[in-house]
C-alpha cells in the first residue's frame, strides 16, 4: 500500500472511529461482527460467533459457535472505537489480560505467501525482517515495521514477529490501541491458531486452526468488520445502545 492509500485509510479509521464513539448504535456500514463473550472479567475462556447484515437488515449469525481462549488473567477494558470507561480493569502492558471493546479489524499476517482460497482481505506476508514491538520505550510501540535485512536496528531480535510458528499461520489484527497509541496500554493483540485447548494466552484471542480460517475466508474489508469482546453482563448492558446483536 502506497503512502497515500495509507493517508486515506487512516483517515477513514478516525471517521469510523468518531462516527460510532458517542454511545449511539453501530452504524449501517458496519456490515460483519465478530462477537466473543467471556462470563466475566476474570475468565480466560469464552465463545465467539460471526455475524453479518445487509443494508436494511437485522444482525444474522453465520456458522456457529467457537470456543476461545483469552489472556491468562481474564479481560481488561482496552482502546478501540468503544469502551465502557472505568466499570472495569483497564488494559496495561504485560498485564495478562485481553482488551475488551469493540475494535476495528486490521491487516491479516500470515506465514503463507497468501491466503486460503476464497479469502479476500488486506494481508501480509511476515518474514524474518518483520517486528512488532511491544516495549513502550521503542518508537514504533504497537506498529509493524519491517526493517532492511542488512542493516537492522539493535532492538529487533527482541521484537521481532516469529516466523515458521504453527499457532501464528494466521493473525487477524485486532486494532486495539492504535489511534491513537498510548505508550504502555498493550499491544501485538490478535485472533489466532491456539496452541492447545487449554493453553491460555498474554492477551490475544485463539481458537481451533480450522475455526480461525473460516473467519479468515470470511471476512470483507468492504463490510468494515469489528471485533467485539466483553464480558457477559457488560455485554447485556452496552448491546441495546450499540446496536450488538442479542446475546443467547
Not at 61 to 90: H, I, T
Not at 112 to 136: K, S
Request: net charge neutral.
Amino acid at each position: 500500500m502506497n503512502a497515500f492509500l495509507k493517508t486515506i485509510a487512516a483517515i477513514g479509521l478516525v471517521i469510523l472511529t468518531g462516527s460510532i464513539a458517542s454511545g449511539e448504535p453501530l452504524g449501517a456500514e458496519i456490515r460483519q461482527l465478530v462477537v466473543s463473550i467471556a462470563p466475566d472479567w476474570s475468565a480466560s475462556t469464552g465463545s465467539l460467533r460471526r455475524y453479518e447484515r445487509g443494508p436494511d437488515g437485522p444482525w444474522r449469525q453465520v456458522g456457529g459457535e467457537v470456543p476461545v481462549l483469552y489472556g491468562k488473567n481474564g479481560l481488561a477494558w482496552g482502546r478501540g472505537v468503544r469502551d465502557g470507561g472505568d466499570s472495569g480493569p483497564q488494559k496495561r502492558e504485560g498485564d495478562g489480560r485481553s482488551p475488551a471493546g469493540v475494535f476495528a479489524i486490521g491487516t491479516i499476517y500470515g506465514n503463507e505467501a497468501r491466503l486460503p482460497d476464497g479469502a479476500d482481505f488486506p494481508f501480509h506476508q511476515v518474514t524474518t525482517n518483520d517486528a512488532w514491538p511491544d516495549d513502550p520505550a521503542n518508537p514504533f510501540y504497537n506498529q509493524h515495521v519491517v526493517v532492511d535485512g542488512k542493516v537492522r536496528p539493535p532492538w529487533f531480535a527482541a521484537q521481532r514477529m516469529r516466523t515458521g510458528d504453527p499457532a501464528y499461520r494466521w493473525r487477524v489484527e485486532i486494532r486495539h490501541n492504535a489511534e491513537p497509541i498510548e505508550p504502555g496500554a498493550g499491544s501485538a493483540t490478535f485472533l489466532h491458531i491456539r496452541r492447545g485447548e487449554t493453553r491460555r494466552t498474554s492477551g490475544c484471542t485463539t481458537m481451533a486452526e480450522p475455526a480461525l480460517q473460516d473467519l479468515v475466508v470470511w471476512l470483507r474489508a468492504a463490510a468494515q468488520p469489528l471485533y467485539v469482546l466483553l464480558p457477559r453482563e457488560e455485554y447485556e448492558r452496552l448491546a441495546p445502545a450499540w446496536g450488538l446483536p442479542i446475546a443467547e
